[in-house]
């Protein structure tokens, strides 16, 4: 790796290399590859296989660094497991065995042993986002999900999802009021809101209304984040704890910096936004990065370029939520939201491919994940 452009003689040799047709094997990193963020420095060498050592430096698996390699290969050179379980990492991966923290389920337990949450999400004649998230939550293992949304869009989603209870409002002040009044915050495990709930007025009196209760967990999605992107300020005035799941366009209009600036500093600005707002950030990107305040950041290696599509956060959020429902703290709740997520999508892409990957199929193939995790685990 390098951390400064390639230039001279190392630009000429790097070059006759790529244009080569023999089988080209780099050691540790590809030359070229910025080791600390994956950055290309002008020019890279382009490898067959990458052998590294013990453990992959952030430029193996952060974009574009990822992409100088065909396959890496992470070889043991003796260094005790003992040094390595002692050693207190700035970056932990997600991977299959990621999932090996996930609770098991109580033999005795009822449906509200697995939590109750709410999800605000849906707007006039826009119901999918609501359904997409919702499904997810159930298929994640919540015991009961209530969804808050317009009127318009109750029969569509009791067809859909019977098992949900749905709450509606209309456009008018007086009915939204009127629905707020009737629900108790504190009878949920957890709330997210945001997935198809629009930018209007009554989407941000539901926001205003959610961030000022003190202690259910929140998860903030979709169009939630762009509301909070006006006003910044009312992260810090919440006490309740607050997951945020911001692709790359939404965390540039969250910040005010361009996206472009962002995909180069995935890791950085998930961490200085964690933060500075106090709240888990979950950016997502072809390497989703999950940080808390306290600076602990985990690196998604799992997932496919199919899982671009539309719906697909919606179902993380909903992933997410179940799990923050069910008990797991903030933090875990996100990682392993963020491994049960890609890795569904991995199933899923076995059978529909690249192209015909949609988020029904991610939420269709999250049992199968579960039920893989629960026979590894016994």
């Given at each position: ?63 574009p660094g990822a992409k100088a390699s065909e396959v890496l290969k992470v070889v ?19 991977d299959q065995d990621t999932l090996r923290r996930l609770p098991s389920r109580k ?95 009554a989407a941000k009196r539901l926001l205003d209304f959610i961030l000022k209760q ?165």
């Amino acid at each position: 790796g390098c951390n400064r452009v390639v230039s001279d003689g190392y630009l000429e040799v790097i070059g006759r290399m790529n244009r080569a047709k023999a089988y080209v094997i780099s050691v540790d990193i590809p030359s070229g590859v910025n080791s600390d963020n994956g950055k290309i420095m002008g020019l890279c060498v382009k490898a067959n296989l990458t052998v590294t050592f013990t453990l992959p430096k952030l430029g193996n698996i952060l974009y574009p660094g990822a992409k100088a390699s065909e396959v890496l290969k992470v070889v043991d050179i003796g260094i005790p497991q003992k040094v390595l379980e002692d050693f207190v990492f700035e970056y932990e991966t997600i991977d299959q065995d990621t999932l090996r923290r996930l609770p098991s389920r109580k033999t005795d337990g009822h449906k509200f042993t697995y939590g109750k949450v709410l999800i605000i999400a849906g707007s006039k004649d826009m119901s999918g986002a609501a359904y997409l998230s919702a499904m997810a939550a159930y298929r994640t293992g919540t015991g009961l999900v209530e969804i808050l949304t317009h009127e318009s869009c109750r029969i569509s989603l009791q067809c859909a999802l019977p098992e949900a209870i749905i709450r509606t409002y209309l456009d008018e002040f007086e009915s939204l009021d009127k629905t707020i009044t009737t629900i108790n915050l504190e009878s949920y495990e957890a709330i997210l809101i945001g997935p198809g709930l629009g930018q209007s007025d009554a989407a941000k009196r539901l926001l205003d209304f959610i961030l000022k209760q003190p202690t259910v967990p929140i998860i903030l999605d979709a169009d939630a984040l762009n509301l909070v992107s006006e006003n910044m300020d009312i992260l810090l005035e919440s006490s309740a704890p607050i997951i945020m799941t911001p692709h790359i366009g939404e965390m540039s209009r969250l910040t005010k910096f361009p996206s472009e600036a962002i995909l180069e500093n995935t890791v950085e600005f998930a961490q200085a936004f964690s933060k500075s707002n106090q709240v888990m950030t979950v950016l997502k990107s072809h390497r989703t990065v999950v940080c808390n305040p306290e600076g602990f950041t985990c690196i998604n290696l799992c997932g496919n370029d199919g899982m671009a599509t539309a719906g697909s956060g919606d179902v993380l959020a909903g992933v997410i939520t179940s799990l923050v429902g069910q008990g797991l703290d903030p933090y875990m709740s996100s990682v392993l939201g963020v491994a049960i997520h890609s890795l569904s999508g991995d199933v899923a892409c076995e059978s529909k491919g690249h192209h015909g990957l949609m988020a029904k199929d991610i939420i269709e193939a999250i049992p199968k994940i579960m039920q893989k995790n629960e026979q590894l685990n016994g």
